[in-house]
């Protein structure tokens, strides 16, 4: 059994991300294509003698019971019934409530780590089972590959992304609450008596039509984040952040911007690594935290071996 793991946890972006109406079971369906990045963490698991020990050294500032790494441990050895003792060092560079999903790609990650110790007494069936019970958006990363992603995440359909893209991500340093952020997508809708149409489907209603319009021009491409229209909308407290970021982006060169998940991070599509550089170097002069990400291409479980 492997001694030690040291993995690089990645994170996400939404280049599309559309939302249905509330469900029954508290989760809003969704259709959305998800970009993993090389933007993130990292994560170094220790296995200890005593069984059953567990000790989580983070620099995140909550608990470890709170943390979804210590949820993802606890899970795993509920469903594997293996108990061996275990420390982890959790590093985290990428802020949470930055709609970049880092926390779910942590736990993802962690799942991974602990089979691969293990020797893989888990199918990756039990594992995207477990990951769908940590979150939304943990099954996502057990691929790591840039996919149409529907249900409430679960619903995962590969898509390829040309490597040379490069992504400027603009964070303003807000923590965003996802659950309150979907509650106030649902307000808006009912104060404009929103209905569920099929208008937007028509444009982007499944994985192919993704793909088709991914080989169009930045500057053509129909995606749009419903988070948005509650970001911008009058009267939101930070709505003159997001314009400023959005409009700086586009001014910056970038094909395409938009509010990743439900913000607070804005992003840019570039064609390749010199225009983003540019555009780093441009936004640097307002903005204090910009970074420069690239796509992935490799499913996690190599990311491993
Ligand atoms: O699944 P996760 O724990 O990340 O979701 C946090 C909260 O975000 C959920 O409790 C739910 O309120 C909301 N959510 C949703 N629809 C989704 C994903 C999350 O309403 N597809």
Known sequence: MAERIFLETPSKINLHLAVGPLRQDGYHPIESIFVPIDYGDSLEFTRQAQAGSWHLKSNLDISSEKNIVTRAVLDFRRASGEDFGLSCVLKKTSPPGAGLGSGSANAAYSLLALNKMAKEPLSFKALLKIAAGLGSDVPFFLYTCAAWVQGRG???????????????????????????????????????????????????????????????????????NDFQSVLLQEGE???????????????????????????????????????????KNQLLTRWKSVYIANTLARPAIAGLQ
């Not at 409009?247 to 991070?265: I, N, R």
Request: charged residues 20%.
């Open 237 to 279: 407290e930070n709505k003159n952040i997001y314009r400023q970021m959005l409009a700086d982006l586009y001014t910056a060169g970038a094909g395409f911007a938009a509010v990743s998940g439900s913000g607070s991070t804005c992003f840019g599509v570039f064609s390749g690594k010199k225009e983003a550089e540019r555009a």
């Open 154 to 224: 679960e619903i995962i359909q590969p898509l390829s992304l040309p490597q040379h893209w490069a992504f400027v991500l603009l964070m303003p340093g807000l923590h965003n609450n996802t659950a309150a952020l979907f509650a106030q997508l649902d307000a808006l809708r009912q104060s404009s008596n929103w209905k569920p149409t099929k208008e937007d489907q028509k444009v982007l209603a499944n994985g192919e039509q993704a793909k088709y319009w991914l080989s169009q021009p930045f500057r053509c491409w129909p995606f749009y």
